[in-house]
Each structure stands twice: as structure tokens, then as C-alpha cells.
């Protein structure tokens, strides 16, 4: 696998490849893999002849007093995980290279609406950093095809909105969510968890699939948000919101609505856990 932080490089590899009339897919990472990211470079492999993947921990995504300095970073891990996994081309930028000008000058994208609410709320301006960065890599790679995980709900709600508001001719491919065996979601900020704690997380999984179970059964969405909420807390965690949505735009759910998620974050120790649970009723 190349290793590049060069834009001039990366760009290079790609157009060999493209003037080949080959395929290219892309998976945009902030690093620290685990068992997730590794299940979408694999999925990456089956669906293109190329896997490019990015390591960037983005400062514009992150707010005041959040982790950006702390985030793992495990560049020879990951370098090892992705080329056993079959990624070709690993980008690497620094943020002088994708932000020259600093962050106050820097264009932005942001998508309305669904940016504003659940995650976004307690973390104003995430999904602008978000969007803004996966828009960039995306210029930088011109991928056709680009995989996210489901964990980040949200977040790949976002990226669909902003390919398909800007017109942009990339296929986003949402793989789903890798657990641990105690059905926790595999995620970067799972090293924050003290052993007490990682015996607690686990329960955010079990009240997403309370609450559906819940509404499946009649209750309203609000009626079971309440139960769940006070069971998240009973389990030590604190929860940020969790809440039931139209799975299609976030909308809160009418009554015809079938296709739901329930979106959900928790505050446990160091970490913000977040999770979702699609569901039919
Ligand atoms: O999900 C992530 O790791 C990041 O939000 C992403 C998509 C790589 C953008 O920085």
C-alpha cells in the first residue's frame, strides 16, 4: 500500500488508474481502525478494482473542549490493518494540507436541516466539519463509490444529502454496524472506557432494542422514549437524547410512518457513545 500526504501524489495514483478505466472506492477514516473500518475496506475491495482510504483527524469537526487532541492516533497500525485488508492508496493529510489557510478562512459545506438536530444540537457546527471534509476528500479522490458505516446514522444521512444536493457522481454505500460480542458498537472512542465501563456500555444497545420492541408493541414513540431514558439512566449511563425518527430524512414519525430508527447518545465515563437501531412497525 502507498502512504501519501502529498495532494499532487494521490492525485497522480488515481489518474493512472482512471485513464485505465478502472474502478475506484473510498473509504475517508480519522484513524485508530478497528473491526468497522476493516469490514468496509473489505466490502470496498468486492465493489471496485481500487480502495483508496484517508486518515485525517479533521479539527473542523471537532468543537471546544471535545477530544481532537486526545483522538488515538495509530498510523503504523492502521497502515498494517488496511494493507492486509487490501486498501491500495492510504492519504494522510495534515491539516495545513487540507486547511492552508487556517479554519476561520476556509469554505464550508453545510446541510441544512438534518445538520441541526440530535448530534448536531449538542455539537454545533460537527456535521459542517463533517460534510466540509468528506466534500474535500471527495474532490481529492473522485471516487465512485464511498463507504460509512451505519453507527454514525447521521452523519451518512448527511453525506447522501450532500452528494445528492450537489449533484456529485459518487455512489454512498452505508455498510452495517460491527459489534462486540456484549452487542456494544465497535467505535475509536471505545478506548476512552475503563473496564467498569465497557461492562456498562452495552446497555445502550439493549434499551435501543427495548424501545423498538415497545413501539412495535403499540406504545407511542414518546411513551417509550420515556421508558428508555430512564432505563439508560438506571444502567449509569447519561444520556445526551434518544429519539425515534422517520428513517428516511430523521423526521419526527407519523403515525403511517414504517420505517424508524432510533438514534441515541450517551455520555459513560471519558466517552460519548453514540448508537441507532433501524426498525419496521
Ligand atoms: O466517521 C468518521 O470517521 C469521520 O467523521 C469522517 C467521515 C472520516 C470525516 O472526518
Known amino acids: ?51 483508496v482510504a484517508s486518515i485525517f483527524v479533521n479539527p473542523m469537526q471537532f468543537g471546544q473542549g471535545e477530544d481532537l487532541d486526545a ?72 471516487p465512485d463509490i464511498a463507504l460509512f458505516g451505519k453507527k454514525d446514522f447521521q452523519q451518512l444521512l448527511v453525506i447522501r444529502t450532500m452528494v445528492e444536493d450537489l449533484s456529485m457522481p459518487i455512489e454512498i454505500i452505508g455498510v452495517d454496524t460491527v459489534r462486540e460480542a456484549s452487542g456494544l458498537a465497535m467505535s475509536s472512542r471505545n478506548g476512552y472506557l475503563t473496564a467498569e465501563e465497557k461492562a456498562i456500555a452495552p446497555a445502550l444497545k439493549r434499551t435501543l432494542d427495548k424501545l423498538a420492541a415497545y413501539v412495535q408493541a403499540g406504545d407511542t414513540p414518546e411513551t417509550a422514549t420515556e421508558k428508555a431514558l430512564q432505563q439508560l439512566q438506571l444502567a449509569g449511563l447519561k444520556p445526551d437524547y434518544i429519539s425515534v425518527r422517520n428513517a428516511l430524512n430523521l423526521a419526527q414519525p407519523r403515525s403511517q410512518d414504517k420505517h424508524l430508527v432510533i438514534l441515541a447518545a450517551a455520555y459513560l465515563g471519558k466517552a460519548r457513545l453514540i448508537d441507532n437501531l433501524e426498525f419496521s412497525r
Not at 4 to 17: D, H, P
Not at 93 to 100: K, L, Q, R, S, V
Open 71 to 142: 483522538y488515538p492516533r495509530t498510523l503504523i497500525e492502521d497502515q498494517k490493518a488496511l494493507t492486509e485488508a487490501g486498501c491500495e492508496l492510504l492519504f494522510t493529510p495534515t491539516p495545513d494540507i487540507m486547511y492552508p489557510k487556517g479554519l476561520a478562512e476556509q469554505t464550508f459545506v453545510e446541510v441544512p436541516e438534518i445538520s441541526d438536530q440530535l448530534c448536531g444540537e449538542t455539537r454545533p457546527g460537527h456535521f459542517r466539519g463533517v460534510a466540509t471534509v468528506v466534500c474535500k476528500l471527495f474532490n481529492l479522490v473522485q
Open 1 to 51: 500500500m502507498i502512504t501519501s500526504a502529498n495532494i499532487a501524489e494521490i492525485r497522480a495514483q488515481i489518474k493512472t488508474w482512471r485513464q485505465r478505466g478502472e474502478t475506484i472506492a473510498f473509504v475517508p477514516t480519522m484513524g485508530n481502525l478497528h473491526q468497522g473500518h476493516i469490514t468496509l475496506v473489505k466490502e470496498a475491495v468486492q465493489r471496485a478494482d481500487h480502495v
